[in-house]
């Protein structure tokens, strides 16, 4: 894996204390900062209230491209698995990355669901319905639940990586079941308005560019988000593994002493 | 804009929600970062 730049931003000690912030992660959390202000901006203000859905259209520009980019995480997740599976060095870099990408793909089919509920309540007049996208978008969301509590199953770091990997390869399986539930069953929920079969955006003018604007904001924090992640998550196993270090010096050193206590008590 | 007053209580509560939910994540995130950040030597941290 490989960093986006070398220099830490506050390095200078060179002793302990160098969070995982770097200048691309500063970077990207200033760009993610100025874009999410921009999606507030398009999204409340600037963008106008649709001819069908009302004031309601709103919700769509968080809505919509939260899902795209946990279709992204969960991509992402599964390309790190495989390449952490298939790879000769099975770097644990290529796990790590998978978690993280995960976690942030969690937390974004989460918000889809809600956002989503919140405006199925205004546009259909409820929360929920055991619609095929609803469903399945559910289904989505369990499963990478189960994903990260595999994660933290016991056992080394090694098995870890081995058995989330697997996880991860199958679970993104569920992304085209997802996408295409609109179209395989007769479903509630609209069909796709931007990334549909003809790739001609069902949508223009200052709507479609307050989605890219939400596209653009996510996309962002998503970046900013794995690169943090990840190096918390390599700070966590090295504490791990300082951790078992540390309890089998102390195995060894009880192991050592053990025998001359036997043998000064023998005598 | 009569209904963006009607629906403003879910269309600002989803924005809010979504803001918070990230910058939670966000703060989690650099916390954790800096809590293992002062444990662990910089030469071992591979971004550095």
């Known amino acids: 894996m490989t960093t986006l730049d070398a220099k830490p931003a506050d390095s200078g000690t060179g002793g302990a204390g160098v969070g995982p912030g770097t200048r691309a992660t500063r970077v990207l959390g200033i760009l993610t900062v100025i874009s999410m202000g921009w999606l507030v901006l398009f999204g409340l203000v600037i963008s106008p ?19 795209w980019v946990a279709y992204t995480s969960f991509i992402v997740t599964a390309i790190a698995s495989g390449a952490y599976l298939f790879s000769k060095k099975h770097s644990l870099g290529w796990d790590r990355l998978a978690g993280a990408s995960a976690e942030i793909g969690v937390v974004f089919v989460a918000l889809t669901l809600i956002t989503g509920a919140l405006w199925g309540r205004l546009t259909w007049g409820v929360f929920w319905q055991w619609d095929a996208r609803l469903t399945t978008t559910s289904l989505l969301f369990v499963t990478y639940i189960g994903y990260l509590a595999v994660r933290r199953l016991g056992g080394s770091h090694l098995q870890r990586a081995k058995r989330s990997a697997v996880i991860g ?99 | 804009m009569l209904a963006f007053f009607d629906d403003a209580g879910f269309i600002l509560g989803g924005y809010l929600l979504t803001f918070a939910a990230v910058g939670g994540l966000a703060w989690r995130v650099i916390r954790q970062g800096k809590t293992l950040g002062e444990q662990i030597p910089d030469d071992e941290k591979y971004w550095t």
Do not use: K
């Not at chain 1, 209230?49 to 899902?67: C, K, L, T």
């Not at chain 1, 308005?193 to 790739?199: K, R, S, Y």
């Not at chain 1, 794995?226 to 270090?245: N, P």
């Open chain 1, 169 to 267: 390869l199958l679970s993104v399986l569920l992304i085209p079941l997802v996408h295409w539930s609109v179209v395989i069953w007769r479903s509630l929920h609209q069909e796709a308005t931007v990334l549909d079969t003809d790739l001609d955006p069902d949508i223009d003018g200052i709507m479609f560019f307050s989605i890219i604007v939400g596209l653009i904001a996510f996309s962002f924090f998503y970046a900013w988000f794995l690169l943090h992640r990840t190096r918390v998550l390599a700070m966590e196993d090295l504490m791990d593994d300082r951790g078992l270090d540390a309890a089998l010096a102390a195995r060894r050193a009880e192991a050592a002493s053990a025998p001359q206590r036997s043998e000064g008590e023998g005598a």
């Open chain 1, 49 to 67: 209230a649709d001819v069908n859905q009302g004031e309601s259209v709103r919700f769509f520009y968080i809505h919509a491209p939260a899902i």
